[in-house]
């Protein structure tokens, strides 16, 4: 009888059955959507600490690079003698320019301080490639054609390959870990000469699993390929021991990665890192996300504070213009209530009548509230404009600060490398992907039955606190 | 049955409805209240179906005082004892003519199916079982309070109350359906309580008493002739060819 008499009567009151559903709806919809948003801003965050940071990692420890510092970047080019005018020439230089670097001695002893739990180290190199033919000037002066020079000859084209040196020992920490690969295998061999490539890299050169790619004059094989975090900029991993041999930097590295056995350890192993090496640039993850400025950075403030309040208020009103027009459709049914107690029917049966009636609108305005949800978030991915996150732009490393440090400029003064003129900033470009959550559905399914109880709820009770006399002495 | 002693009802301190209302009704007794608009005649009836309590005096049905009975305790006589029909019929709108009658059987927690049957027969009764899946909106005025009359009679009830059931009938419809009652208040050996202003209607009950301005009217109650006496009855029982001339004066002067 209840649902006879529910069905109908939602039948009945259609429109106003709609107004309420759509209401709650839009609130949910919008919660969802607001929700899916934050979630996006939330994993494109992580995809700039992931970038510039590494996996599960709870520090990194770096060098503020100075004079002289990453290698020698000169390309040992002697003044070309007037045999070698119009000979092609190929120039590869491997360094860590721009960055400082630490001694793997530094990694060893972090190992083994009290509450790191793993530690991984990196190399990151910058493989530059100049090619070219050398001028036939009449002068007698050395020099290269320039491009579209004198007799027709080939420009000097400059190519480069960013290389990271990768701990092999240890896959799960480090700037990519073994499930970050996305074919083919994780480093295995410290010696070898494999690379895993990243797959924008390997699509830009064709390259696959089992291709050759050379670095610096030495072929390596691609055993993987890696889905790398988006804005990062990291062509191939090498085996750190082989990338060192190669850029002449035995025995140094770019980047410790710590990860702490407990959360609660990560500002205590902070300090002890800053007691071994004083020098040392120290960052964490907090410091990391809250160095991380830009429009990524200006939409989480949005997304958080504003979205959030927003698609709160308006799920309140939701709920509100439900329950007022549960309230209003409850005041035109009192003579019937009215009967229905003259009948036998008691309070709580008509109150449930009612509250299942609201309860029925609540879940179909949650599903449309879910489906809206959905199409708001797609909107979003669609529409969203390219997020930019720029990262150690205000703040200047700074030796033996442990708690605020900046980050290592990467690629800086290379051509078509790096971003900024300033080497101590980092941009990265990020394309927000808002996905809806498991836990936001869960979230639109309990508001969709809790919009329904409450309008329910008011409607009911003021059904239920009218006597039948009362009732039917009321004048629709 | 009923026991009303000083009974009273006060809405506010302005509107008192009720005032010193003595009477007794006995089982299986055709008692109409008749009486002009406003004078309290809907709200003795709403007391005597436990729908209000009163605000003073004492009112009993079967020897409980309805006045300090729980509110769930009149629910439930309501429920099982109490069949009512309104002037307006208050049918639910939304659900056929078989299903409003199933409602009055919802309380007592009877099944679906005998529900159903009892409905059904309850229909059948009343000469609408070729409405029995018609909205209310889809039947006229008289299939409509013949719907509410199944509806009351469907539980069984021991008492019907019938508020101006045929004030919004044709005359002819006005006669089927109090002919209705009539029958099945004798076949059924029911107490019937008949609200009415309609002379001609009350003229149908065994007894007829008068409320005006919120007292029961002790001088013009009335009883058919041949009807047996009220089990109780402390009124004065003026003479037939007197209250019959008060009616057909009140008649002419509009009531």
Not at chain 1, 59 to 76: C, I, Q
Not at chain 1, 187 to 201: E, G, H, I, K, P
Not at chain 2, 97 to 103: F, H, K, P, R, S
Not at chain 2, 212 to 219: I, K
Request: glycine share 12%.
């Amino acid at each position: 009888m209840l649902f006879i008499y529910l069905t109908r009567e939602l039948r009945r009151r259609y429109r106003q059955a709609l107004v309420v559903s759509l209401g709650l709806a839009v609130g949910i919809g919008l919660v969802l959507t607001v929700t899916a948003a934050i979630s996006g801003v939330g994993q494109a965050q992580t995809q700039v600490l992931h970038a510039l940071y590494g996996v599960g990692t709870d520090l990194t420890v770096s060098k503020t690079a100075t004079a002289g510092s990453g290698g020698p970047t000169h390309f040992g080019f002697a003044p070309p003698s007037g045999s070698q005018a119009g000979k092609a020439f190929s120039r590869d230089v491997l360094s860590a320019a721009g960055q400082g670097t630490l001694s793997q001695k530094t990694a060893n002893s972090i190992r083994k301080l009290s509450g790191v739990a793993q530690v991984a180290s990196a190399l990151e190199l910058t493989d530059v490639n100049i090619q070219g033919h050398f001028s036939s000037n009449p002068s007698g002066r050395g020099g290269f054609v320039k491009g579209g020079g004198s007799g027709g000859a080939s420009p000097v084209s400059i190519n480069t390959t960013s290389v990271t040196g990768i701990d092999v020992s240890n896959s799960n920490l480090g700037p990519i870990t073994a499930s970050d690969i996305t074919s083919g295998h994780f480093l295995t061999s410290a010696t070898a000469a494999d690379a895993v490539v990243s797959t924008s890299y390997a699509k830009q050169q064709s390259l696959k699993a089992g291709s050759t790619v050379t670095v610096a004059g030495t072929s390596f094989t691609v055993v993987g390929l890696v889905d790398e975090p988006s804005g990062s900029s990291v062509d191939l991993f090498i085996p750190l021991g082989v990338a060192q041999k190669l850029s002449s930097l035995t025995g140094d590295v770019t980047q410790i990665y710590v990860r702490a056995a407990d959360a609660t350890e990560i500002s205590k192993v902070q300090s002890e890192i800053a007691k071994l090496d004083s020098s040392a640039t120290i960052t964490t993850s907090a410091d990391l996300a809250n160095e991380v400025t830009g429009s990524l950075s200006n939409a989480s403030t949005l997304a958080t504070k504003l979205g959030l309040w927003l698609s709160v208020a308006v799920l309140i009103a939701a709920f509100g213009i439900a329950s007022l027009l549960s309230i209003a459709a409850v005041s035109r049914r009192v003579r019937e209530f009215g009967t229905l107690k003259a009948l036998g029917w008691t309070t709580r049966r008509i109150v449930a009548q009612v509250m299942s009636e609201s309860i029925v609108q609540g879940i179909a305005g949650g599903i449309v509230g879910i489906a809206i949800g959905f199409g708001g978030a797609a909107l979003v991915t669609r529409l969203a404009p390219t997020l930019t996150a720029i990262t150690g732009a205000s703040n200047a490393p700074t030796a033996g600060t442990p708690s605020r440090g900046g980050f290592p400029g990467r690629g800086g003064g290379f051509p078509g490398r790096g971003g900024p003129a300033d080497p101590g900033t980092h941009t990265l470009y990020l394309h927000l992907i808002a996905h809806v959550q498991t836990e936001a559905l869960i979230l639109a399914v309990v508001l969709a039955i809790a919009g329904g109880l409450i309008a329910g709820m008011f409607g009911g009770w003021r059904a239920a606190s009218l006597r039948p006399a009362a009732a039917l002495r009321r004048v629709e | 049955m009923y026991e009303l002693s000083k009974v009273g009802k006060r809405f506010s301190s302005k509107v008192i409805a009720l005032r010193d209302v003595d009477l007794s009704i006995g089982a299986g007794e055709f008692l109409a209240v008749q009486g002009s608009t406003g004078g309290g005649k809907t709200t003795l009836l709403q007391l005597l179906g436990a729908l209000d309590r009163p605000t003073s005096g004492t009112l009993t049905f079967d020897g409980r005082d309805l006045g300090r009975l729980r509110e769930g305790q009149l629910t439930r006589l309501r429920g099982s004892s109490f069949g009512f029909i309104f002037q307006t019929f208050n049918l639910l709108p939304t659900l056929t003519a078989l299903e409003n009658v199933e409602t009055a059987l919802v309380p007592l927690r009877v099944r679906g199916s005998e529900r159903r049957e009892r409905s059904l027969q309850a229909l059948v009764e009343v000469g609408l079982e070729e409405r029995i899946n018609h909205l209310p909106s889809e039947l006229s005025g008289g299939q409509q309070q013949r719907v509410a009359i199944a509806r009351a009679l469907v539980k069984y009830p021991r008492v019907i109350l019938a508020d101006e059931p045929t004030g919004n009938l044709d005359e002819d419809t006005r006669d089927e359906i109090i002919d209705l009652l009539e029958t099945l208040w004798r076949d059924r050996g029911l107490t019937c309580i008949l609200v009415t202003h309609d002379s001609a209607i009350a003229r149908r009950a065994q007894r007829t008493v008068w409320i005006s301005h919120g007292r029961l009217s002790a001088r013009r109650e009335r009883r058919r002739r041949g009807s047996k006496p009220a089990p109780t009855d402390d009124a004065e029982v003026p003479r037939e060819q007197e209250l019959e001339q008060e009616l057909e004066q009140e008649r002419t002067s509009g009531d």
